[in-house]
């Protein structure tokens, strides 16, 4: 089931005096925030027009001074779900990832989608069940074959875990190296210098 | 100091059996590790590990541009709760 409104940022505290706020962005590009037109806070009923001036500050329509600005610290804006643009085909809003039921190929449930991460190695996809244990899965085909945000379930096939406990065959690592080390050549076999050396002390 | 070159990039060797073991088998799977420090060689790319992040096995799909990098990068070990927003994921 897609959420119906969307967090999108925070109101801050007023800069100068002539009613311009610092506001913390928590879109992917901070600018957005002020793209998705007018934002209401956290009841619906006060709507808020942002102009977006960078650095994180903002000028909001109907707010002249610094006592007005004041008067919204705190606030958070949502941005209604259906003000968004459509993803790519393969992308999804996490916003709509998030809270999604769990299912098995035979359509057992395994929880519900409480979180999904990207540490830069691909997405992650975190299940919870309802004892509160955690599943971590690559969001991937193979492992999530069927995402059905209308449906309000994805279908997933956890992969197999291979399990390689650390010190099994930790006896030869010098199977990694392509090509047999050669070491630079140590000081000490270099060979000595022959001939005189220079006069110590000058001349005296 | 960085590492010198003559040693060659340092990885568990028991992490290449492993990866050759998974490369020959069609099956989808994960291979869980705690080798934090091991290198991502060219061998490992296209497979799917699980790195041991001190409380979770953190999903960590090699790509081309992580050889070289160590898996500890890609397995955060502390936590980081932000919002969801207006952020996309794309299904690799």
Redesign the interface.
């Known amino acids: 089931m897609p959420v119906e409104r969307i967090l999108v940022g925070e109101i801050g505290r007023p800069h100068g005096v002539r009613g311009l706020v610092r506001v913390q962005s928590f879109t992917a590009e901070p600018a957005d925030i002020a793209a998705y037109g007018p934002l209401s806070d956290e009841s619906g009923g006060m709507r808020y027009a942002l102009q977006w001036l960078g650095g994180g500050l903002a000028r909001i329509e109907g707010v002249a001074d610094r006592d007005a600005a004041a008067k919204l610290t705190g606030t958070r804006l949502y941005v209604a779900r259906d003000r968004l643009p459509p993803p790519e085909e393969e992308e999804f809003y996490l916003a709509d990832l998030i809270g999604l039921a769990a299912r098995d190929a035979e359509g057992r449930e395994m929880g519900r989608v409480a979180a999904v991460e990207d540490f830069g190695a691909g997405t992650i996809l975190t299940l919870r069940d309802e004892q509160g244990r955690e599943t971590l899965l690559p969001f991937t085909r193979a492992v999530v074959p069927v995402v059905d945000v209308a449906g309000g379930f994805v279908t997933v096939q956890p992969p197999e875990a291979v399990v390689v406990p650390p010190g099994e065959g930790d006896a030869e690592p010098e199977a990694a190296l392509p090509e047999p080390v050669r070491p630079l050549p140590r000081r000490q076999d270099a060979p000595r210098r022959t001939g005189p050396r220079g006069v110590r002390g000058g001349a005296a | 100091m960085s590492r010198s070159v003559?040693?060659?990039?340092?990885?568990?060797?028991?992490?290449?059996?492993?990866a050759d073991a998974?490369r020959a088998s069609t099956?989808?799977?994960?291979?869980?590790?705690?080798?934090r420090r091991s290198t991502i060689?060219p061998q490992f790319v296209g497979l799917?590990f699980?790195v041991y992040n001190g409380k979770?096995?953190?999903?960590?799909?090699?790509?081309e541009n992580?050889v070289g990098h160590k898996f500890g990068?890609?397995?955060?070990t502390r936590t980081f709760?932000?919002?969801?927003?207006?952020?996309?994921?794309?299904?690799?």
């Open positions: 003559w040693k060659g990039p340092f990885v568990d060797g028991y992490l290449l059996n492993k998974a099956r989808n799977e994960i291979i869980k590790i705690w080798s060689l799917t699980g979770k096995f953190i999903p960590v799909q090699v790509s992580m990068e890609f397995s955060p709760t932000g919002h969801s927003s207006d952020k996309k994921a794309k299904r690799g």
